[in-house]
């Protein structure tokens, strides 16, 4: 889950007052998943000359305790207390009081003290740093000692470890506005932040991992702005096929899209609902749109008139009344942007009661009539800049907080949608909002989306089980991404395609299946 810094503070409150977890336990649980966590990454850290920073708050008492379990372990460890100020209080100097019966840590006081021998020959001895300086809660920008402090560690290009968040983030605003330390590994404690996940503050923390303090999993879900995406989420939708079952079980899948000039969108949409576990699929779109492609045998070929390569939308009733055996409809995958189009989008968003992807071209057709035209079962699929056309947000409102703009906006109209990109938000009030760690630059290529638009469909169709819509949209972004990094570990991120995402789709089945 991903909290806010004062949601994350109300849960650990919470922890003590109501679980009775002492608040020293909850940092002795830290410290030593930040340990699990350094050892998987540098493995056995016996011998290895570790250099660790404390500040004066809780984060530095993570660090005290961190200390401790590295001398425990028989690293050279050297401790050091960085404050200009008040000492730590409470149980941060408790942890200060137990690792100063093994070892006392040296005390940073000034800028000047970073020239002197202890802390210059400690630099130069060390394999690993560990950055407790500063948690989530932090403000403003690094000064003084601080601000010389992680100069130096950027500058050494030692492999920083940083309990919690990188020193000079705070963990609400992915925007930093001075020196952040720049860590190879960061262990986030109970819940992710804003900043763990949104560029550019992300790229300060190096690879990402989530520690346990000794609380739930779950505990303070209620305080959580987003959601992270897994298996868990959609238990029903990966439940055994039954025996029993037959295609039309799984429902048949209508496709609407395709033109002349753009055939292969609507053509991979529904090739991807095929190798999504759907038992039928009918593409609808002009001769001209499937000509000059592949055969796909098992795809059922409806033809609409056209005019000029497009959908002329003459035979809109005929398309309507075909519905009437189909269980979901993809819409707008390539079909152009003419009136025609236009005609048939309008159509389905108001005459048909099927559960409606809607991608691409019928997005910008909709513009901004997309939040009055949206009843239930719909699910818009827009990238950041079908998102604009839509919702009538600000350019640069969207580019600094993309997940807030598309939360804001889905809420405010009660609707559901998927904005892509890095980090897929999947906003489904009053069902929750959900963000996928998955997925890879690799997936930045044309056709990604429309592979997508064919998961979601597929997943939206079946009759079996009775899946919840909610959790058939948030399997459709979970697999679509774990297909995407399936693809980069086979053909690298520079030599993937939309249709390498889409043959590794049954894989990605497979695996998230296996992680119930």
């Known amino acids: ?111 000047g003290d970073l020239n002197k021998a202890p802390f210059i020959e400690a630099l130069k001895e060390a394999e690993l740093v560990v950055d407790a300086l500063f948690g989530t809660g932090f403000r403003g920008t690094l000064r003084g000692i601080f601000f010389s402090l992680a100069e130096i560690l950027n500058r050494s290009a030692l492999p920083v470890i940083a309990v919690d968040i990188p020193s000079g983030l705070s963990g609400d605003d992915p925007n930093p506005t001075g020196t952040v330390v720049q860590a190879v590994l960061t262990v986030a404690l109970h819940s992710y932040k804003r900043a763990h996940l949104l560029p550019p503050a992300e790229d300060f923390c190096g690879e990402l991992t989530l520690g346990s303090i000794g609380l739930p999993e779950k505990f303070g879900r209620e305080e959580s702005i987003l959601e992270t995406l897994s298996p868990t989420l959609f238990p029903t939708l990966l439940s055994p096929r039954l025996k029993e079952s037959h295609k039309g079980s799984y429902g048949h899948l209508l496709v609407v899209g395709g033109s002349k000039t753009k055939p292969g969108a609507a053509w991979m949409t529904s090739s991807s609902a095929l190798r999504s576990g759907v038992g039928l699929v009918t593409w609808a779109a002009p001769p001209s749109a499937w000509e000059n492609l592949p055969p796909s045998p098992e795809v059922m070929l409806l033809p609409l008139r056209e005019t000029k390569g497009e959908a002329s939308g003459e035979d809109l009733d005929a398309l309507l009344a075909s519905l009437s055996d189909k269980s979901a409809v993809v819409v707008g995958p390539g079909m152009g942007l003419g009136r025609g189009a236009q005609r048939i989008v309008e159509a389905l968003l108001t005459k048909c009661s099927l559960p409606l992807v809607v991608d691409a071209d019928a997005l910008t057709l909709l513009g901004l009539q997309a939040a009055k035209l949206w009843r239930p079962g719909v699910v818009y699929t827009p990238h950041p800049g079908e998102f604009l056309r839509i919702s009538g947000a600000e350019k640069q409102a969207v580019e600094r907080d993309r997940w807030e703009e598309g939360k804001r906006w889905a809420e405010e109209n009660r609707l559901w949608m998927v904005l892509k990109g890095h980090r897929t938000l999947a906003a489904l009030p009053p069902k929750g909002f959900f963000l996928s760690l998955d997925g890879n630059p690799g ?41 995407g990094d399936l693809a980069a570990e086979r053909f690298g991120q520079e030599g993937m395609t939309a249709m390498a995402i889409r043959d590794c789709l049954p894989e990605a089945f497979r695996l998230v299946k296996g992680e119930r």
């Not at 998961?455 to 949209?473: C, I, K, Q, T, Y």
């Open 1 to 111: 889950m991903i909290l806010s810094v004062e949601g994350s503070h109300r849960v650990d409150r919470r922890g003590v007052e109501e679980l009775g977890i002492p608040e020293i336990l909850l940092m002795e649980n830290a410290s030593l998943s930040v340990v699990a966590a350094m050892e998987e990454r540098f493995g056995s850290l016996e011998g290895k000359a570790v250099m660790v920073l404390c500040g004066p708050g809780n984060n530095g008492g993570d660090g005290f305790a961190l200390a401790r379990h590295l001398l425990l372990r028989r690293a050279r460890v050297e401790t050091f207390l960085v404050s200009s100020g008040s000492p730590p209080k409470g149980a941060a100097k408790k942890n200060l009081e137990i690792l100063k019966s093994l070892k006392s840590p040296r005390l940073l006081k000034r800028e």
């Open 443 to 483: 997936m930045a290529v044309g056709g990604s989306g429309d592979v997508l638009a064919g998961v979601l469909g597929a997943l939206l169709a079946r009759r079996v089980g009775n899946v919840p819509p909610e959790e058939a949209v948030l399997a459709g972004v979970y697999i679509h991404n774990r297909a």
